[in-house]
């Protein structure tokens, strides 16, 4: 195994966009990621080198968020809306679908999938990942990424033609 240090230097970014895309917040995503290290340093024996070790931080970071999400969810709910406003999109150049669908509403849209065909949308569209990373991020291939996301974009684009016939 590396050194903690150079795995914390060379993956810690990769985990950060994971999370970013997930959460949708900068803080909580940094928070994630350090939680994710420690436990990753604890847990060190546990890794077994069967994935990357880039997959192996993902996987338990997804872990601490799905813990948080848990608690949070015991504490208070959060309404919809207040999700919705926080979404912020940079350096958004997907296809022309996405190009000309006001922001707001395409994360609306996007809110509507099923969860694993959102994480891949968020992975490629915010997270700027290849069909490859998100694949190893999400444990499958990435043919599967790719077609999961061609997938959620027609969705989307069946959506919004049936909204502009109506």
Do not use: H
């Not at 990373?133 to 919004?160: D, L, P, Y």
Request: glycine letters at 4%; a negative charge.
């Amino acid at each position: 195994m590396q050194d903690i240090e150079e795995i914390y230097q060379k993956y810690a970014g990769i985990v950060y966009k994971y999370m970013f895309c997930l959460t949708e917040d900068e803080n909580l995503a940094e928070e994630i990621v350090q939680d994710t290290f420690c436990v990753a340093i604890k847990d060190i024996n546990k890794y077994r080198g069967e994935s990357k070790v880039s997959t192996w931080l993902c996987q338990i970071a997804k872990y601490i968020w799905y813990d948080k999400l848990r608690k949070q969810k015991k504490q208070k709910a959060i309404p919809i809306e207040e999700l919705e406003n926080s979404i912020l999109l940079e350096n958004f150049v997907e296809e022309e679908i996405f190009q000309k669908e006001d922001k707001i509403e395409l994360f609306k849209k996007m809110q509507k999938l099923d969860e694993q065909t959102r994480n891949v949308m968020y992975l490629r569209i915010l997270g700027d990942l290849s069909y490859e990373e998100i694949g190893e991020i999400m444990q499958k291939t990435s043919n599967w990424a790719r077609v999961v996301f061609f997938r959620g974009k027609q969705k989307i684009k069946e959506e919004k033609e049936n909204e502009e016939g109506m």
